[in-house]
């Protein structure tokens, strides 16, 4: 019988690589809150169709990632459903937001979520069929400033700070507008057109993307469309003074906050909903897929999945490609096991009911402990101990009886005897 693995694709996260997972989620819950973002927990399936109406149809991701299935009636009565695992999670928290009638509130909706994720694509490096993301989406009425550019500043300020928390040094965000929803459908023709007599010429994906969706002809990685790609028209070129006027707000509001950006002309985004403001926060040391997050404006999103005006901007982070990054930078302090404070020894099995004791007395005052066994020879429990610990504490009949625990502290090799009183406080000094 053959060894289950798991499914390509995927993989499991392992101590000590989650204690850097974990952290870099309890910044981001840190700065999100400073920003008066409030989380959501939104389905990991969805109805197929929320993301045909939402990401488009025509995208790389509906037409050739989604795990989807037919969700069989248990009834007569009842009809069965497509369903597809969450491919993407801003169209799911637009759906919550008009499910929930968030709208009627007249107020800004400021929500991020961190999750896994789920598209059908080539696994490599820092690429996953099940892969992670962290994101976020200002969302609301236009009553309630939703298309202020002042939005999209601020979330792209939000960004800067939450990546020079996490010590993300060489960052540089790249920056363009897509316009208007009329905008991108002039652009879409004015590719369509150019790539007419060259698409033969390019990559099996561009050529069916000349077609179906040129605009995505412009996210080609393949060396060698690259000359041909920079050549094509520029949508600068064709955006409409509202759109220029929006865009030039954002970009003031970030050289005032000091926010240093690149303007990228042939930045557009993978799905079809972005409108205006596009944005990618890059890293060098993350090859070719240089990507760590992005994002953009949204504004006809609400309306496509049948919910009503709410323009809005958002951004998902590729969490396994943002550890990538912090290891590569060597900001990875858990390469070794986390130390717990202590290492209870209780000499004999007949003082493991008082070990667990002690252990518990230490824990409820924050310690972080780990309980031998009586059943454990002194060497086996030292050798245990310096793989798990700063310090051993023995527990034996003598200890127990004169409240006098020993301490052993491995990093200076010192060993003191502490009164069990004092065991807390002792514990929770550095090293000496």
Known sequence: MSTLKAVRGTRDLLPPETA?????EAVARAVFARYNFGEIRTP?????????RGVGEETDIVSKEMYTWEDRARAQSEKSQSLTLRPENTAGVVRAYIEHKLGETGQLQKLYYIGPQFRRERPQKGRYRQFFQIGAEVIGPPSAGSESPLRDAEILEMLATLLDELGITGWTLQLNSVGSSADRARYNEALRAALEPIAHTMCADCQRRAVTNPLRVLDC?????QPIIEKLPRIVDLLDPASVEHFAAVTAALDAAGVPYTRNHRLVRGLDYYTRTTFEFTHGGLGAQNALLGGGRYDGLSEAIGGPKAPGIGFAIGLDRLVLTLQAQELNQESAPPQADAYIAPLGEAM???ALSLARELRRVGLAVELG????????SFEAADKTARCIVILGEDELQSGILTVKDFSTGTQTKVPRADLA????????
């Open 352 to 354: 493991n009911a008082a």
């Open 44 to 52: 990991i399936f969805e109805d197929t169709s929320l993301f045909a």
């Open 20 to 24: 850097l997972w974990n952290h870099i």
């Open 221 to 225: 990685k393949v060396p060698e469309d």
């Open 425 to 432: 406080a002792f514990l929770a000094e550095p090293s000496k």
């Open 373 to 380: 066994d009586g059943s454990f020879r002194l060497k086996k």
